[in-house]
Every structure is written in structure tokens, then in C-alpha cells.
């Protein structure tokens, strides 16, 4: 009986994964107050998590300094961010409340060495694609055992070198935007398709893809999960660089990174819904998914 259910368990498990049969599961306020736990009272910066931000080059700074924000302003702790030579002052300038460690390259990433150790790490915003900066990055992938979150340039590095997988955690999270997710799926022939290939992708990597778009969808194996905030105001410059520091914040406060990928999709979609109440769709900017966090944090207290 025993030997009998493991093979009906084993050929289900296998007709799902042929399939690619999912679980939806649809994010509202219940599903995010059993995750989300508020900073406790004896709290320090030493226990919220320390969260290391890496990208940026010459005229791209600013992903950096929108995610090493987000990420401060969701509650970690401390925020290193580590960019090129010539962000140097702007970081600093623009960002007091970061450290700054820099690439001894000027205008984009050539090695990336740091002596602390980050709770968790978020890889790519406005990194760029030059040699040397690939190389960095995989010599970096190859020793890096931290939580980690990719976007942008390091999924579309990754994209063309699909083998560097292997160097990657298990449950690290990927953040592509559309054209990002065709780079790294190839395409796809309809949304149902897209979303099968990605589940796919995410079970043989063993990665959880956070697939951004209206709604974004986490896809965690054969669970996805469906987002219900966020709108057209978040079609703006910097707004994904921004969830990549809110995810990454979660991470570094020791979430699960599936939750943190829950968490910061819901938080990030919610300061759109409270602003644009407010000030519509056209003026709102990065920035001002930053400016509303507070608030979006204070929604979730009964
Ligand atoms: N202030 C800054 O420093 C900023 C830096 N950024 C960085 O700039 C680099 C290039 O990123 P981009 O994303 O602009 O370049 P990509 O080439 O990856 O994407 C832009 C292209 O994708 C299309 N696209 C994007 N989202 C789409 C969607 N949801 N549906 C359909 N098409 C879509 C656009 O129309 C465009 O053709 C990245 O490293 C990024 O992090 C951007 O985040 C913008 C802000
Ligand atoms: N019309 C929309 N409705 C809801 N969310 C949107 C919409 N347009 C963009 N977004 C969100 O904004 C973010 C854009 O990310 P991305 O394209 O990576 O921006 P950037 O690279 O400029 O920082 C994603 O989280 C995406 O889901
Ligand atoms: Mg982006």
C-alpha cells in the first residue's frame, strides 16, 4: 500500500511538472498580514539586517541610489551600496544614510570585493553589460553564498550565459520586466504559455521569478502568485529599480524569500494606489514610491 501511494505521489509530481500544472494563489491583505512582521520595540540597526546594493555606471547611478532608498526606507537596518568610482559622491551626497564602497573602476563595475557580510544581496539596476563588468559578475556569482535578488543587467547577462545557474542559490529571486523575461524564456505564444514557461524555469533553476507587468506575478515552482495593487503610475523611470531595494530590504530582515518577493510586490503596488489618490498617474515618479512607503507600511497596522 505504502510502495503503492509513493508511485501514485511520483506520477502526479511527474504529470504536474510535464504539465506544468500551478497553483494560483491571489495576494490580498489577509495573505500579507500572516507574512508581514512589524519591527519589534527592542530592535537596532544591528537586527534589522545589513543589505548590499550592486550596480550602477556612468549616467546610471540613480537605479542605485532609488534601490539603496527603497531598501533603508523598508526597514533594514543598513544599506552598503557598491557602484562604480564615479557614483562615489553622488551616492553620498544624495543618500547620507547609505555606505558607500566603490569599484576601483571609473564608469562601471570591474571587480566586485567587499569585506563585510550582508544579509542579503540585489545585483544589476543600472549595471550595464561590459566585459569586464560580466566577468565581475560571474567570479562574483561564483563565490557568493548570500540571499540574493537579480534585476535588470544581471538577468540580461545571465540571459546569454544560462550556465552560470549554476552558481546561483537556490531561491534567489529574479525581477525582468517583460523584454528582461524574453531574454531569459525566449518567447512565448500567450500570456498562459508565458506564465507555463516561467514556472518551468523557475522549477529547473530553482529560482523564484518575480514576473513584473500589470498585475506582476511571483512564480515560486508550481505556486504563482498574483498581485492586486499597484497602477499605470508606476510606469515611470526607476520604479522597478525601487521594488528591487523593498524586496531586497525583506530579505535582508530574514524573510523567506519567497515572502520578501510577496511582501515588496504589495508594498511597492500599494504606495501607487495611496499617491495616486492624490496626485494621478502622470506626475508621480520613483521617487514617490520611496515618499509613500511610510504610509503603505501604516495600511498594514489594524
Ligand atoms: N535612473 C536610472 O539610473 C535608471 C536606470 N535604469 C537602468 O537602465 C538599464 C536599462 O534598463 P531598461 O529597462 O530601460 O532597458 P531594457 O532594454 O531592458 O528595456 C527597455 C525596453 O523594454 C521595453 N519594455 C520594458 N518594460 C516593458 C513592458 N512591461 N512591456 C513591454 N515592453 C517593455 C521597453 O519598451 C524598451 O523597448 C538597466 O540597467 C536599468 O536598471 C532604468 O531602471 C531607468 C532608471
Ligand atoms: N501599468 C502598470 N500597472 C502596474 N504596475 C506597473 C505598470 N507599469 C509598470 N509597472 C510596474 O513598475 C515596475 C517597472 O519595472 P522596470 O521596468 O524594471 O523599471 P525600471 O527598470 O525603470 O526601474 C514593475 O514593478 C512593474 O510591475
Ligand atoms: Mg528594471
Redesign the pocket.
Known sequence: MYRFSICIFTLQKLYCYQKNLMDTIFINEKEILERYKSVQAKAHKGTQGHALII???Y????????ASKSCLKSGCGLVTAFIPKCGYEILQTSFPEAMVMTDSTEKHIAAIEFDLEPDAIAI?????QEKETQKAFLQFLKSNKKPLLI???GI?IISKNQEWFDHVPEKTILTP????LQ?LLGGWESEDEKIEKAVEFSLSKKIIIVV??APTMIVAGHTVYKNATGNQALAT??S??TLSGIITSFLAQGYEPVDAAILGVYIHGLTADIASKVMGYEAFI?SDIIENLGKAFLSLRP
Open positions: 550596480g550602477g555606471s549616467g546610471k547611478i540613480g537605479a542605485i541610489v532609488l544589476g539596476m543600472g549595471m550595464g534585476d535588470a543587467d540580461n520586466h517583460l523584454k528582461e531574454r513584473k507587468g523611470a526607476g522597478g529599480d520613483a
